[in-house]
């Protein structure tokens, strides 16, 4: 899982396959985001779910909260070897958005 | 599709010497945000703000000053820059209706800056 300060997490996965990255979070927040960042480029979302979904679905993703526990999951279904990159989750109350360390995730073909 | 940019591309800077990074955005987004990027870390907040005139202290503020002239613009000031700054920064903007952080944050191509 990834959060704050903790260091970059890496995982590598065979093209197909399904894979699954966590984020826990410290305080409340009332939204999820999760981007990706390609090489060299800034960070882009790719899903938001808010503090009133259990999940979001969009294409080949699905991130999950749960408020309860504070943690949230970003799935991708049959990864291909485009989905490479680094993956952050960020939560938030209010303006303020904090990221977590994310995850660098390689899909090798 | 939304614009963030950013200006200087790359600067060095010496150990002592002011360092000033712009943001511009065209979306006309209230909230606007300052992340440094080390290598194999993510995204730490220094400043942020909720519109022009305001600027808030973000997780790591310490030796940088932040300043939202207009809705537009919002820079990053090293008054004295170090080493240690020696980073990438990432400028975002958000709509952020009512100072809320649930949409979506557009992002610049962030400035790397090395301090000798």
């Known amino acids: 899982s990834q959060w704050g300060e903790e260091n970059l997490q890496a995982l590598s996965i065979q093209e197909g396959e399904d894979v699954t990255m966590n984020c826990s979070y410290k305080?409340?927040?009332?939204?999820v985001h999760w981007y990706r960042q390609d090489s060299g480029r800034g960070p882009a979302l790719i899903i938001l779910?808010?503090?009133?979904?259990r999940e979001k679905r969009s294409g080949r993703l699905r991130a999950t909260l749960d408020t309860s526990s504070q943690s949230s999951s970003l799935s991708i279904t049959a990864a291909q070897c485009e989905d490479t990159a680094v993956y952050f989750c960020?939560?938030?109350?209010?303006?303020?958005?904090?990221f977590g360390g994310g995850t660098r995730l390689t899909v090798r073909p | 599709e939304a614009a963030v940019t950013q200006s200087p591309r790359n600067k060095v800077a010496v150990t002592g010497g002011k360092v000033t990074l712009s943001c511009n955005q065209t979306?006309?987004?209230?909230?606007m945000y300052w992340y440094r990027q080390d290598t194999g870390h993510g995204l730490r907040l220094i400043h942020y703000?909720?519109?022009?005139?305001?600027?808030e202290k973000g997780d790591i503020p310490d030796g940088y000053k932040a300043s939202r002239p207009s809705q537009e613009n919002f820079s990053l000031i090293l008054e004295l820059a170090t080493p240690s700054q020696t980073s990438v920064y990432f400028c975002?903007?958000?709509?952020?209706?009512?100072?809320?952080?649930?949409?979506?944050?557009?992002f610049g191509s962030g400035t790397r800056l090395t301090v000798l």
């Open positions: 960020a939560t938030g109350a209010g303006a303020k958005l904090t």
């Open positions: 779910i808010r503090s009133n979904e």
């Open positions: 975002a903007s958000g709509g952020g209706l009512g100072g809320s952080s649930a949409e979506t944050l557009y």
């Open positions: 703000s909720y519109g022009a005139g305001s600027t």
């Open positions: 979306n006309n987004h209230n909230n």
């Open positions: 305080t409340y927040t009332t939204v």
